[in-house]
């Protein structure tokens, strides 16, 4: 993903802002890492670029 995404990506429960931890980055690309909702306390992954952004409850069904 590339890091100008989190200006408009929220938390899919509360709407609040995101916070981004780079795991792995190849040039301007966030290829690993996640984003954290604090308000929720919860983390989302990043993993081959792709932010994975569905609710703690409807992930691995």
């Known amino acids: 993903m590339k890091p100008d995404l989190l200006e408009i990506l929220r938390c899919p429960v509360c709407r609040s802002e995101l916070t981004l931890t780079v795991g792995r980055r190849e040039g301007d690309e ?32």
């Open 30 to 61: 966030i290829l690993t890492g996640s984003l954290r909702c604090a308000q929720c306390a919860v983390d989302y992954p990043i993993e081959d670029g792709i932010p994975d952004l569905l609710p703690p409850d409807e992930r691995d069904l």
